[in-house]
């Protein structure tokens, strides 16, 4: 079985599904997402559904979170946020709920985790707090949700499992030793991007247009 793994698609259909096209993704293929499957793209009820349809793999990404949180009523959220619940049938809702913060292919020797995963950690132990928001850790060692000042978790990554990630668009595509950041920006008018298992090999396609402004961290 071939794997398919991709970054962050924040409710870019038109873009998932041209990205499976690029890729030849087949019936026999599966399928993975980074996390971020929805909010700030223009169809986010069509890419859960689209991952349902393909019964692809994902991982909890802040975004799904907070769409959750207000299906769950623990806050207003956002205006977006609001609409993007609003529009997810019981079924979408359902699988966005059942998403764990990390996936474990030991047969590819592989993690997949939409934020990041702390040092000297167990993956059991990982916080929900860090697993969907790490982007840094800072000058003291400290994690951070920021880009500026700090260094990418994941140089700091020495495996021995390699790690795939996401929700990092400032700093793009990254490939670091034991990890790759797969988060290019789509949403943001640049490219979306997967990566075959096992071989590694990138594929990408441009974004139809800019469907939300990226914010400086």
Not at 55 to 76: I, P, Q, R, S, T
Request: charged share 25%; proline share 5%.
């Amino acid at each position: 079985m071939r794997t398919l793994v991709v970054g962050d698609v924040h409710g870019c259909r038109q873009e998932l599904e041209d990205l499976l096209a690029a890729a030849g993704f087949g019936k026999d293929d599966r399928l993975v997402l980074v996390g971020d499957l929805v909010a700030k793209g223009p169809d986010s009820q069509g890419v859960v559904q689209l991952a349902r349809e393909h019964k692809a793999l994902a991982v909890l990404g802040n975004h799904d979170a907070h769409v959750l949180k207000v299906l769950e009523g623990a806050h207003e959220g956002s205006a977006h946020h609001q609409e993007v619940a609003k529009s997810l049938t019981p079924a979408d809702v359902e699988y966005l709920d059942r998403l764990p913060l990390w996936l474990d292919f030991a047969e590819l020797n592989s993690l997949i985790v939409h934020g990041g995963l702390l040092l000297r950690t167990p993956l059991l132990e990982q916080p929900k707090q860090w697993a969907i928001n790490l982007r840094s850790f800072d000058l003291e060692g400290n994690p951070s949700k920021r880009v500026d000042g700090g260094v990418p978790w994941a140089s700091r990554w020495a495996g021995p499992r390699f790690v795939y990630f996401g929700h990092d668009a400032m700093r793009g595509l990254q490939k670091h030793r034991y990890a790759w950041g797969l988060d290019t920006g789509c949403v943001y008018g640049k490219e979306l991007t997967a990566v075959w298992l096992p071989e590694q090999r990138l594929v990408s396609v441009p974004a139809r247009k800019v469907w939300h402004a990226l914010e400086s961290t």
